[in-house]
């Protein structure tokens, strides 16, 4: 797996895929997509990018343990249900405004920032299941390249 | 008052719990003085409970309390009447000389405020129960009560022994637990009450009830564990593992006689039919003749009170259940003077033992002029057991007398029974109020001092109220033992019975009583030998039986778990695919809901068929696949081939997840394969191969019948109009699935991202833990 092809390419469509996934992400309240599908999408990216170098250099790359994500991730879905209470609304019912930014009126609403929790919490947790499946038991790290 | 009286009985129910919460910290500041300010929790609240006992007295009763979940009939509730009241003053009372006695009797040991905190614990929740109006929360206070024992029996957690007898009086207890809730749940079914207050005024509806016995039994059963009725009572015995307080306190003053607490509060809509007339005096004479039997053999002062308590315990049973007024009187007064008399000789017991050194009977003699104090408080408290006139004991000796002596064959033979018990019980009192303290002074571990003033505190109040009670008996029976009466009996009673001896057959019995009792005293040696080779030749009691019924409990769920969890994940997975086929299938074939053969698709597309095909290609691919690796990425063709499908057939959505999730099963697959180090290719044997395929063929026709089924179905428009025509109107969005899933259904979506979460740990811990054996190892 470690050819010299995918360890040039990965960077690269490990990038254009997690663009990708932000850009569904985005859309998904009126196109197909979502959070996740989005990041289902990303949470492949990192997969790439680990299969071409390896789990220490994706932990690298996205600063914070993938658990933590998640994590946070919940968290902001969690607070995007409860911002409703503020409202005075019941819990899960969602806000809308409409700001006028740069001259385009563009919609941000407490749905979307669950959306992206929902994101988040599937990017950190396969994340973290796949890191630690490739990273690899030291001590038996010899007997593994036999298997394959 | 009567505006704020709900919120100050809240406050003096809790204020037990918050003294626990405090103790330990008040006592690395002060060390064992902090007992006297920690008192001050229970006395408050028993102050507060005084104030109740005008309106108890005139008949009237105290109720309060807080909705808790008023759509399922549930509330924080009290009810105080003659019954709750005398038992939360003796356990307010009680407690605040068992903490001040506490701090002298554990002074100096490194985990006092942990002791002091259990005990309020224990003192919190055996107030609740007793004042409980809801059923829930009586159980809760019960269950509370029997974990505040199990903490308390095994506070010298070192010792086996104490850790042996903590876990055998959960078991036990615990178990009645059980069975005390199962009773409840029907009483609350057969009446649709879930209150005390309302129950106890329902009348006979519950004895005419096809579920009385029933009911009967299971309450039975939560109250003689509690109470310790034989065959249940050896985890008592054995609880005297507890320190000396715990003994005087929880296990003869207090919680064993929630039990008993629990059949007199029930005596109204449970009592005075012939099962619980039959049912009670029986195992509640057994006991007491068994207790008081096996209590003549002990030579430990603790231990022969243990057995003396259970004896009183049967008694109050047996009298509970004789069915009469004048045997509720006399369960009534022997219960508030036995409270006090046992707690007065359990304290002195532990007094003895902290000055001497020892609690061993022969060991000791001649202290009354080491400890006259404690000497004082003893005989007192002795008195008041044996029944000597003057005393509250005596009280309730000529009312038990009064009650049983009625010349049926059925009261000679409680009467006899009582007799000899209580004749039992007059040389136990002697031997351990008197005996230690007369006669030669011998030689004991620890040179003999006066106790210190918490040590004896106790002790003397006790004994005193049980002279007190007795002198100036209207007082007891007008505020105490007349309301108490009423409300087990539920109609007004009148307690009138005085000290002041009336020539007639209780006199009688009484005078014989003291007279066998001082006669066994005398002759005590001789009645221990003659006990101990009685019980020899009797054989292993049901203590050695709980052992066995332990070991062989743990034998049994350990060849379960053999058979169960046999640790290894082929049988998990052949078992739960199984399962998942019988599921599918059993019930279409029992039931007749096969679907019809579906008709075969016609317009069909050239690159539709041709993914279909190439779905079918992969699943041929994954079983002619050589090695493992190259049958995995086969599984991804037949995915993404079912993916295209979706695509085709208008679900976008769908496609777009399917693709990552076949893309990542891949790869978790692969990563897996890769770390489980199994051999290169797939080495079934025949016969497994043909059964691993029956289960996977089984589970896919299921699957398939099944959808098959659904979709033949002319399918509601209901939930697709909804969606079309308020998905952009009042979500604001054009995908109908992601407004779905973010925002109609938004709360199971919060469910299943912390269920991923969720996963994601577990999955992460798993592999950790492996990792870290493996490097150990």
């Not at chain 2, 047996?318 to 007024?325: A, Q, V, W, Y």
């Not at chain 2, 919060?750 to 493996?774: D, N, Q, Y």
Request: with cysteine; net charge neutral.
């Amino acid at each position: 797996m470690n050819t010299l092809i995918l360890r040039t390419a990965a960077p690269v469509i490990t990038a254009l895929m997690l663009l990708f996934s932000v850009f569904v992400l985005l859309r998904g309240h009126n196109e197909p997509g979502g959070g996740f599908i989005g990041g289902l999408i990303a949470a492949s990216a990192l997969a790439i990018f680990g299969i071409a170098h390896g789990p220490g250099a994706v932990q690298r790359a996205i600063r914070f343990h993938p658990m933590a994500i998640a994590g946070a991730g919940l968290f902001l879905a969690t607070m995007s249900g409860l911002a409703s209470l503020i409202a005075g609304v019941p819990f899960m019912s969602g806000l809308w405004v409409y700001p006028d930014i740069l001259g385009v009126e563009v919609p941000l609403s407490t749905v979307m920032s669950f959306d992206i929790g929902v994101y988040l919490v599937v990017v950190g947790a396969i994340t973290a299941i796949a890191l630690a499946l490739e990273t690899e038991p030291e001590n038996g790290s010899a007997h593994d390249e036999g298997s394959r | 008052m009567a505006a704020s009286a709900p919120a100050w009985t809240f406050i003096a129910l809790f204020l037990p719990f918050v003294a626990a919460l405090l103790a330990p910290f008040l006592v690395s500041r002060l060390g064992d003085k902090a007992a006297w300010i920690i008192a001050l929790a229970p006395a408050l609240s028993f102050l507060h409970f005084c104030r109740f006992l005008g309106e108890i007295s005139a008949g009237e009763v105290v109720t309060g309390g807080y909705a808790w979940a008023p759509s399922l009939n549930l509330s924080f509730s009290w009810f105080i009447d003659g019954l709750s009241l005398t038992f939360a003053l003796l356990i307010t009372g009680i407690g605040t000389l068992i903490v001040i006695y506490s701090g002298g009797y554990m002074k100096g040991h490194r985990h006092l405020g942990r002791f002091l905190s259990f005990i309020l614990l224990f003192m919190g929740a055996m107030l609740g129960l007793v004042v409980s109006d809801s059923f829930l929360m009586l159980f809760v206070y019960w269950e509370l009560t029997s974990i505040a024992s199990f903490l308390l029996i095994g506070f010298d957690h070192e010792r086996e022994a104490a850790r042996r007898a903590a876990l055998q009086a959960l078991v036990v207890t615990g178990a009645g637990g059980l069975s005390l809730l199962a009773g409840l749940v029907f009483l609350w079914n057969v009446t649709g009450v879930t209150q005390l207050s309302l129950l106890v005024h329902l009348g006979d509806a519950l004895k005419m009830s096809p579920f009385y016995l029933p009911a009967l039994f299971l309450v039975l059963g939560g109250a003689f564990t509690k109470s310790a009725q034989f065959p249940f009572h050896f985890w008592l015995p054995n609880a005297m593992e507890a320190p000396t307080p715990v003994s005087a306190y929880l296990h003869s003053a207090t919680m064993v006689k929630a039990g008993v607490y629990l059949l007199m509060r029930l005596n109204p809509v449970l009592g005075g039919t012939p099962a619980w007339e039959i049912l009670l005096p029986f195992f509640g004479g057994v006991t007491l003749i068994t207790g008081a039997l096996i209590g003549i053999r002990q030579t430990d002062l603790k231990l022969m009170l243990a057995y003396t308590t259970m004896a009183s315990l049967g008694l109050l049973v047996m009298l509970t259940g004789f069915g009469s007024p004048h045997a509720i009187e006399a369960a009534v007064l022997y219960l508030v003077a036995h409270s006090l008399f046992k707690g007065a000789l359990f304290m002195v017991a532990g007094a003895v033992d902290h000055e001497t050194g020892t609690r061993e009977l022969p060991l000791l003699g001649g202290l009354r002029h080491a400890m006259p104090v404690t000497f004082a408080a003893a005989l007192l408290a002795a008195c008041s057991m044996a029944g000597l006139p003057l005393f509250a004991g005596f009280l309730a000796k000529e009312e038990i007398y009064a009650a049983l002596a009625a010349g049926n064959p059925r009261a000679v033979f409680f009467t006899g029974a009582a007799l000899a018990g209580n004749a039992l019980m007059v040389a136990i009192a002697l031997a351990v109020g008197l005996k230690p303290f007369i006669g030669q002074r011998k030689n004991t571990p620890r040179h003999p001092h006066e106790a210190p003033i918490t040590l004896w505190l106790g002790p003397v109040v006790l004994a005193a109220l049980g002279i007190v009670f007795g002198v100036f008996s209207p007082l007891l029976h007008a505020y105490l033992s007349s309301p108490m009466a009423s409300a087990i009996i539920d109609e007004p009673t009148v307690v009138t019975i005085t000290t002041i001896p009336h020539l007639g057959l209780p006199l009688a019995l009484s005078v014989f009583t003291l007279a066998i009792g001082v006669l066994i005293y005398w002759q005590l040696e001789r009645a221990r030998w003659l006990m101990a080779q009685m019980l020899e030749s009797l054989g292993p009691g049901p203590d050695r039986w709980f052992d066995h019924m332990v070991t062989g409990l743990v034998r049994f769920s350990a060849g379960l778990m053999r058979i169960i969890q046999p640790g290894r994940l082929e049988i998990y997975i052949t078992i739960t695919f199984i399962l998942v086929a019988l599921t599918l299938l059993v019930p279409l074939f029992v039931f007749d809901e096969l679907p019809d053969m579906p008709a075969w698709p016609t317009g069909l597309l050239v690159q539709e068929a041709a993914f279909f095909v190439i779905a079918a290609l992969g699943i041929i691919a994954v079983l002619r696949a050589a090695d493992r690796l190259t049958a995995i990425v086969s599984l991804g063709i037949q995915g993404f081939a079912v993916a295209v499908i979706f695509l085709l057939f208008g679900a976008p959505d769908l496609s777009f997840t399917q693709f990552m999730v076949e893309t990542l099963s891949v790869v978790i697959l692969t990563l897996v394969m890769t770390r489980l180090r199994l051999s290169v290719s797939d080495h079934r044997p025949a016969g497994q191969v043909v059964l691993d395929a029956t289960i996977a063929i089984a589970c896919g026709l299921g699957f398939a019948l099944m959808l098959l089924k659904s979709v033949g179905r002319p399918l509601d428009p209901f939930m697709t109009d909804f969606f079309d025509a308020y998905s952009k109107a009042i979500a604001h969005g054009a995908n109908v699935v992601n407004v779905i899933i973010v925002d109609f259904r938004g709360t199971d979506t919060l469910g299943e991202i912390a269920v991923v979460m969720i996963t994601g740990l577990a999955v992460l811990a798993l592999l950790k833990l492996r990792v870290g054996k493996r490097g150990e190892g």
